[in-house]
């Protein structure tokens, strides 16, 4: 009686991890890739007219038709390139947005500002002609600040008062780590742009939970308003990545594309990664963070280990945390409009200080809470 009980339970205990094996399978075979996910485009296509091709990197197009690109910079140092297949001289204009003209410029003829962060390209075509503009930077490489907001949520009593420092101060840039709207609505992500045209700097965003939209929708709506949910970018001897978590879980193309981007960062002096959720959750009992398995948290710690990141950027909880797991220090700052919880129940925004080989932070209140 009591071997057939013990094979009982030991088939039962064999169901049971069969049945988590397969689930673990399917869950496996779900963050593959994402629905939401869109990675970036290198480059981006565009045609402004017909037989002419806008070839942006770094970027991605608004709108184009009538011999005109309208784009928008989501890496520091873009590059434009205009080809024409026509035979007849063809105009090609290219208006390109969010632009750090306070520490880079384009080289070659033809561009000139339109604003205090947009260049408006322009290139008289002969038949075959290719025309090319880089940005470079301009002064030095090695000294510069960028702020870090998280979760504004649709409120923009924070957002208004980065605005406002940025164009006073004038930051390499400013992101802003997710959940930018607070129900999932696309209007909220069509609103919050239009604020965000205020930012004279360069103003890079990441999707978070509250940004994906409803059923149906994926990440197009986010992506159609402000490009890639995961990307990379460089400046002088530093590196930054963006990833998307936002559903609490980093897919496998994600995480190779990650390994890929780090290594090929390898000799950088700083490299900060982003993401809207952390990668744990620092209270005990609680655990409003990225899945730790299946969802690639551990793989991805893994990579930030290996690679030497500096700091691991993240929001999604509504307070101010700063800790050092595995060697890589993690701050995690959600102060950006959401509801406030403790130890640090106020409205904030983070400033980072990079000078050299010397990186400092600080947090900037806003108001006197939520």
């Given at each position: 009686m009591r071997?057939?009980?013990?094979?009982?339970?030991?088939?039962?205990?064999?169901?049971?991890?069969?049945?988590?094996?397969?689930?673990?399978?399917?869950?496996a075979r779900r963050v593959q890739t994402k629905p939401h996910e869109k990675p970036p485009a290198q480059p981006w296509v565009a045609m402004p007219a017909p037989d002419v091709r806008v070839l942006l990197e770094g970027c991605m197009v608004d709108s184009a038709g009538g011999g005109y690109v309208s784009a928008r910079a989501v890496s520091l140092?873009?590059?434009?390139?205009?080809?024409?297949?026509?035979?007849?001289?063809?105009?090609?204009?290219v208006a390109l947005s969010n632009l750090a003209l306070h520490r880079a410029r384009a080289e070659g003829p033809g561009a000139s500002e339109a604003g205090p962060a947009t260049l408006r390209f322009t290139a008289d075509l002969a038949p075959g002609e290719r025309r090319e503009w880089r940005l470079t930077p301009a002064g030095q490489?090695?000294?510069?600040?960028?702020?870090?907001v998280g979760d504004t949520q649709g409120r923009y009593e924070v957002l208004e008062r980065v605005i406002a420092d940025a164009n006073r101060e004038k930051p390499l840039f400013v992101i802003n780590l997710g959940d930018l709207a607070a129900y999932n609505m696309p209007?909220?992500?069509?609103?919050?742009?239009?604020?965000?045209?205020?930012?004279?700097?360069?103003?890079?965003?990441?999707?978070?939970?509250?940004?994906?939209?409803?059923?149906?929708?994926?990440?197009?709506?986010?992506?159609?308003?402000?490009g890639p949910t995961y990307y990379a970018f460089a400046f002088g001897n530093a590196r930054f990545i963006a990833l998307d978590n936002a559903a609490g879980y980093v897919s496998r193309r994600q995480v190779r594309w990650l390994r890929r981007t780090l290594a090929a960062g390898a000799g950088a002096a700083h490299t900060f990664?982003?993401?809207?959720?952390?990668?744990?959750?620092?209270?005990?009992?609680?655990?409003?963070?990225?899945?730790?398995?299946?969802?690639?948290?551990?793989?991805?710690?893994?990579?930030?280990?290996?690679?030497?990141?500096?700091v691991f950027f993240a929001g999604?909880?509504?307070?101010?945390?700063?800790?050092?797991r595995r060697g890589v220090t993690h701050v995690i700052t959600g102060g950006g409009g959401g509801d406030l919880k403790s130890p640090f129940p106020r409205l904030h925004y983070v400033v980072v200080n990079v000078r050299g080989a010397d990186v400092r932070w600080e947090v900037r209140q806003v108001g006197g809470g939520g």
């Open positions: 071997r057939g009980c013990a094979l009982t339970r030991t088939a039962a205990a064999v169901a049971v991890l069969i049945a988590l094996g397969l689930a673990a399978a399917g869950v140092l873009p590059v434009v390139r205009i080809e024409s297949a026509a035979a007849s001289p063809r105009r090609a204009q490489t090695d000294a510069f600040t960028f702020f870090v209007v909220e992500l069509r609103k919050h742009r239009e604020a965000a045209a205020a930012f004279n700097v360069p103003y890079f965003t990441m999707l978070g939970d509250h940004d994906l939209a409803r059923p149906g929708l994926g990440g197009d709506q986010y992506s159609a308003a402000f990664v982003f993401a809207h959720q952390p990668l744990f959750d620092p209270r005990r009992g609680e655990h409003h963070a990225m899945k730790p398995l299946i969802g690639g948290a551990e793989a991805v710690g893994a990579l930030l280990k290996r690679h030497g990141v500096r999604h909880i509504h307070s101010y945390y700063e800790l050092v």
